[in-house]
């Protein structure tokens, strides 16, 4: 379990209060690797703090790892639920057992550049199952910038991820994608939200292509023949451009927006809840 870090915030509660010997509801076990872009780090760093908050709160608990070689089937047999927080696994045997993990049974959140794939790039198209099967939205194609907040529609009240979020709200800014694939044809997927068209024009630039007037964007979705959700979130806004000082200072945060964070709690909650099984698809 190397470079394995156990978050002891909940364990440390249960010890205090007298019931230390209450197990977790579930455990959560986030990779990251958080060593390319700023934006993606600063939402890493932020996520190590407010996820063992959640869990001290809602009683699960929740650990990371940078070492990817843990994901194999003895490690991830101790978590019900993982978690990507940016990047994916690039060795073979890593994504094999991924794969199994998910089709046995397991559950996966991911953020933002977990879904990130783009021929030629250091992360290229190259795991078809995971791009095309299961996340569906195949390649990356284009996204916004600068990174900033959206009006987001809830596309699905029904599902337990969704159950408490209001008809429309106010993202935290993000660097929001277009993919190659149009989630509305594939029957697999079920969109949970996507950008509301009160957001456009999304994105102030320079580039003309990087603000959007029109389209329709999914930014969250589940593959009902898996237990997983996927959340375009997780870029913050950076000084790239050292106006402030000569570090990349952190301008927003993805965490902290009280309806978004209720998202993202409910999301985790239906994941680790093990008697819920994902929903079939329709065939």
């Known amino acids: ?44 760093r932020e996520a190590e ?11 699960f608990s929740f650990d990371t790892t940078t070492s990817w070689r843990n994901l194999n089937a003895g490690f991830l047999a101790h978590y019900q639920v993982v978690v990507f927080l940016d990047t994916r696994p690039e ?6 057992a991924f794969q199994a993990y998910m089709e046995h049974g397991g559950a996966w959140m991911g953020f933002h550049f977990a879904g990130f794939a783009l021929t030629p790039s ?5 795991w078809d199952w995971y791009h ?11 996204n916004t910038w600068r ?33 190659e694939k149009d989630l509305r044809q594939n029957r697999d ?36 023949n ?18 402030y000082d000569a570090t990349n200072r952190t301008l927003s945060y993805t965490l902290h927006n009280p309806i978004q964070d209720q998202l993202i709690i409910d999301g985790l909650l239906w994941l680790g809840d093990t008697a819920t099984k994902a929903p079939r698809a329709v065939r």
């Open 1 to 44: 379990m190397a470079a394995l870090k156990a978050v002891g915030i909940a364990a440390l509660i249960f010890v205090c209060s007298g019931v230390s010997a209450n197990r977790p509801k579930f455990r959560v076990i986030a990779f990251y690797t958080a060593k390319e872009d700023p934006a993606h780090i600063s939402f890493v």
């Open 49 to 59: 703090r407010w996820f063992p908050e959640v869990a001290a709160k809602y009683q």
């Open 91 to 96: 060795d073979p045997a890593q994504r094999a």
């Open 122 to 126: 250091a992360y290229p198209a190259n």
């Open 132 to 142: 095309n099967t299961f996340l569906g939205s195949g390649s990356y194609v284009s």
């Open 147 to 179: 990174p900033t907040a959206a009006i987001l529609r809830v596309e699905d009240r029904t599902h337990p991820a969704t159950a408490h979020l209001p008809e429309t709200f106010r993202s935290s800014p993000s660097e929001w994608y277009r993919w």
């Open 189 to 224: 997927i079920d969109i949970l939200l996507s950008i509301d068209s009160t957001s456009f024009p999304l994105g102030t630039g320079p580039k003309p292509h990087e603000i959007w007037h029109s389209g329709y964007y999914p930014v969250v979705w589940t593959n009902r």
């Open 226 to 243: 898996f237990k997983m959700i996927y959340l375009n979130m997780g870029h913050n806004d950076m000084d790239y451009e050292h106006k």
